[in-house]
């Protein structure tokens, strides 16, 4: 059974740092994308960060480029992402998805080609 779990969220002051992890079992984690999404009450899961499966590639949202950075490690089957200068519009509920096996790097920052979903942590930025 897959299951993908999420940790390291909590409050944090604007400008802070965090790295978020997630540990994926009962799948095929190296063969398959990985990504970061947000959600806020109300609005739609926004796409955060995604990688594509030997981190050959990597795609970021607008909102966090040049702040947030997405790596794997497929000998632990853990995707982590590290967030710098915290704002509060990064508050959030951060979810991990792992992607199709078939997804190809064009498509990984659609949430469309991910299957497999975590609960998701939350990361608030408040003084």
């Known amino acids: 059974q897959a299951q993908v779990v999420e940790s390291g969220g909590r409050l944090v002051q604007p400008g802070d740092s965090l790295k978020l992890s997630c540990v994926v079992s009962g799948l095929t984690f190296r063969s398959r994308p990985m990504a970061w999404f947000r959600q806020t009450p109300g609005m739609e899961r926004e796409f955060v960060a995604a990688?594509?499966?030997?981190?050959?590639?990597?795609r970021y949202g607008d909102s966090v480029k040049g702040r947030f950075t997405i790596s794997r490690d497929n000998v632990k089957n853990t995707v982590y992402l590290q967030m710098n200068n915290l704002k509060p519009e990064d508050t959030a509920v951060y979810h991990c998805?792992?992607?199709?096996?078939?997804?190809?790097?064009?498509?990984?920052?659609?949430?469309?080609?991910?299957?497999?979903w975590g609960q998701g942590t939350q990361v608030t930025v408040s003084s």
């Open positions: 998805a792992a992607a199709t096996e078939s997804t190809i790097l064009s498509s990984i920052s659609q949430q469309s080609s991910y299957i497999y």
């Open positions: 990688i594509h499966r030997s981190s050959n590639g990597v």
